[in-house]
T-cell receptor
């Protein structure tokens, strides 16, 4: 079956760094997305990885290891506005998106 | 960047009535749009794939006669929740891609439906 696992909730301190992990098992693989979703709002696109390695985009970076079925989203210099849910989603062999349940990130001052 | 507009953002209706939600791609043509539903603290659940000029493809367990989808143009898809019941109360979100199958989805702002 297809499955994506990510922690339900994480807490971090303003100004610090946090890493949100995602492991996946899917039928085929055509890439992995990270989205940010603030409460009551729609998701917004953060990153896409299809090759192994680290993609850096400002304060956010995303890493992928296809052999391990593993990705992480790294957030640096955390700000209060980063409090949100972070959704991991993979594209399977049919280019269907498989969504994780999301990780709620709580930032404390 | 690509913009997807969804309307209304919130709607409260009485049980048994129907509600129409509109999803528009404002600066690109979307031959395919995706309708999702999200219950509190749960993941996004794909309801159906809306295809311009043809019938929508519904996911298993989604009643096509209850959730009517119309994609009459390259910029507009509508979802009508017919004979709504309290259990249909949820957050409905539409989305579309601007490019290839591995391009990111752009989401509308969502519609919070409350059925009383």
């Amino acid at each position: 079956g297809q499955n994506i696992d990510q922690p339900t909730e994480m807490t971090a301190t303003e100004g610090a760094i946090v890493q949100i992990n995602c492991t996946y098992q899917t039928s085929g693989f055509n890439g992995l997305f990270w989205y940010q979703q603030h409460a009551g709002e729609a998701p917004t696109f953060l990153s896409y990885n299809v090759l192994d390695g680290l993609e850096e985009k400002g304060r956010f970076s995303s890493f992928l290891s296809r052999s391990k079925g593993y990705s992480y989203l790294l957030l640096k210099e955390l700000q209060m506005k980063d409090s949100a849910s972070y959704l991991c989603a993979t594209l399977d062999s049919n280019y269907q998106l498989i969504w994780g349940a999301g990780t709620k990130l709580i930032i404390k001052p | 960047g690509a913009v997807v507009s969804q309307h209304p953002s919130r709607v409260i209706c009485k049980s048994g009535t129907s509600v129409k939600i509109e999803c528009r791609s404002l600066d690109f043509q979307a031959t395919t749009m995706f309708w999702y539903r999200q219950f509190p603290k749960q993941s996004l659940m794909l309801m159906a794939t809306s295809n311009e000029g043809s019938k929508a493809t519904y996911e298993q367990g989604v009643e096509k006669d209850k959730f009517l989808i119309n994609h009459a143009s390259l910029t507009l898809s509508t979802l009508t929740v017919t004979s709504a019941h309290p259990e249909d109360s949820s957050f409905y979100i539409c989305s579309a891609r601007t490019g290839r199958e591995n391009s990111p989805l752009h989401f509308g702002n969502g519609t919070r439906l409350t059925v009383t």
